[in-house]
């Protein structure tokens, strides 16, 4: 069960078509992992679409929003489930739909890259400045101590991580800003993996990472 949901700024943000590629993908992710949240959307854009069709000369039907909440579940059903895809490696193929054509693959693999106890792939990312990566960390490790310049959104896809926020499990979405300095700790039992997207490099904020925090891009 998802705890940790985004809110109604950011989802109508997304509704709407204002969000950048980045964001919008991990947004999409949570979503086929959350019915909640897509439930949310679905309203947002239905209530947009009933706004627009009012402002049209023709009048709109007085039972048309309600027929649009009528179909919350049959328009928006599970993206993760709706239908098998063979074509898919097997490697990437228990990951939400989303996201899978924007990792890269090796002969049908995935290469991982290593930044301590953090493994790291690159995603395509066609906004300046935004960085998207597929996070695998290893139990009981994590990030250094940092806060943000931008915007981090981290969303939980397999095991666990905290931090002085709480707990985020698997559907979990995590939103921080410049306000927030943590440090996310993956849990016991079993690798952490999460999509994560930055749109500013972090700032490290322990004592040996502000050292090399001028030298920082990621």
């Not at 950048?20 to 949310?40: F, G, I």
């Not at 239905?46 to 402002?55: F, H, Y």
């Not at 074509?87 to 290469?111: Q, T």
């Not at 066609?126 to 990566?133: Q, Y």
Request: with cysteine.
């Amino acid at each position: 069960m998802v705890s940790h949901h985004l809110d109604q700024t950011m989802l109508l943000d997304y509704a709407s078509g204002g969000m950048s590629q980045s964001l919008s993908l991990v947004v999409a992710t949570h979503l086929a992992l959350c019915p909640s949240c897509r439930r949310d959307v679905t309203a947002l854009e239905a209530l947009g679409g009933t706004l627009l069709e009012a402002a049209k000369p023709d009048a709109v039907a007085s039972d048309a929003f309600d027929g649009l909440m009528a179909r919350i579940e049959s328009d928006h059903a599970d993206p993760v489930t709706r239908r098998s895809d063979h074509s898919v490696a097997r490697e990437i193929a228990h990951l939400p739909r989303p996201m899978r054509d924007y990792i890269p693959l090796h002969d049908g693999k995935l290469r991982w890259g290593r930044q301590g106890p953090i493994e790291t792939i690159f995603l395509s990312c066609d906004d300046p400045g935004d960085r998207i990566r597929l996070l695998r960390i290893a139990p009981g490790k994590g990030a250094p101590q940092h806060s943000h310049r931008g915007l981090e959104l981290t969303l939980v896809l397999e095991g666990s991580y905290q931090d002085k926020t709480g707990r985020f499990m698997p559907g979990d979405i995590e939103v921080a800003d410049p306000g927030l300095d943590h440090r996310p700790i993956a849990d016991e039992g079993g690798p952490c993996l999460c999509l994560a997207v930055t749109t500013a490099p972090l700032r490290l904020t322990g004592s040996l990472g502000r050292l090399i925090d001028p030298f920082l891009t990621i």
